[in-house]
Every structure is written in C-alpha cells, then in structure tokens.
C-alpha cells in the first residue's frame, strides 16, 4: 500500500524488456557497451540505439566507464519503455558491506527517472546474478531504498523479476 506522493510498488514475473514503462533500469556493467543477464538483453531487444548512445557517452563524460552506483539515461531504442537507465550495482563482498551502492543503484536510478518526468519505472533486481548479491538481501535492500526516496514523478515502481525463488524473495519485503 502507498501513501500520498510516494509510488505504488508492483511485483512482475516476467521479462523486463517488455515492460511498457516511461523508463526501465538496465543493470549495466561499467562499460555501458552490453553484457550478459539482464544487460544483454535489454541492449538485444533495445537495438543498435542503445548501444549507439552508450557510444557517445562513453566518448564524452563516461570516458572511464560509468561508476559503481551511479545511472545515466539512454534512448530505449526499440524496446516498449521510452528511456533505459543504466546503472551499474556492486559486486558482493563477503569481507565488505558495499549494500550502501547497491542502495546508491536504486536512489540515482529514481533521481535519472524524476528527471525525465518519469512516471513508470521498472527495475530488475539489481547485482543479484552475475555480481552473486545474495537475492533476500538485494531485495530487502531494493524495497527499503524505493520506499524511502523522497517524492517525484514516479508513480510506479515495478520490481521485475526472472523466477520463482526472486517472485518470493521481493514479496517478503513487499507484504
């Protein structure tokens, strides 16, 4: 349940390249030139624009890649969504606690969005494949950054997930 000004949270099953949204969340390695999981395909269903864009941005402020926990918005090329924000999640330690820029993934992605005048988000869970984030702390983490960012466009947050064990472990933290 939400409150006045803040966005309805929704649990998806499903495949977040075809999310019709204002804006879905790719979680991008450094580079911003694809990868694989969640990357991968959104750069293959999103077309040569994305990555065309990507370009360009790596050629003028990105030059270094894009830093861990910060996000930077692209044309969504041919996917439903009308903006990609890229944004690029820590890999898990087990001797560091890096859940501050998993969080940081989450509130720079929502910042991105509020000024694209956002209205609908969907984001994956984000560091929980390749970058091996445990899936019940980066959903607990996930939740808990969303409910807190202070007010803005976004009415509509969709936590997009890939299975059964993910659809679970975001609905603990949803309930």
């Known amino acids: ?25 790719n979680a ?12 991968g395909a959104i750069h293959r269903r999103g077309g040569p624009e994305i990555l ?27 996917l439903p969504a009308r903006h990609v924000i890229h944004t690029v999640g820590p890999r898990w330690s087990a001797t560091e606690d890096r859940s501050d820029l998993l969080a940081s993934c989450y509130r720079e992605s929502l910042k991105i969005a509020d000024q694209l005048q956002a209205r609908s988000v969907a984001f994956p869970a984000i560091s929980t494949g390749i970058y091996r984030w445990p899936l019940e702390d980066g959903a607990r983490i996930a939740v808990r950054t969303v409910r807190a960012a202070p007010p803005g466009s976004v009415r509509e947050v969709r936590f997009v997930v890939f299975d059964e064990r993910a659809r679970a472990a975001f609905a603990t933290y949803l309930d």
Request: proline share 3%; hydrophobic share 40%.
């Open 1 to 25: 349940m939400s409150t006045p000004g803040t966005p309805r949270l929704v649990l998806v099953q499903g495949d977040i390249t075809e999310q019709d949204v204002d804006a879905v969340v």
């Open 28 to 39: 991008a390695n450094s580079s911003l030139l694809g990868g694989g999981g969640v990357d």
């Open 52 to 78: 065309a864009e990507c370009r360009r941005l790596r050629a003028s402020h990105y030059g270094a890649g894009l830093a861990v926990g910060r996000a930077v918005a692209t044309t969504a090329g041919r």
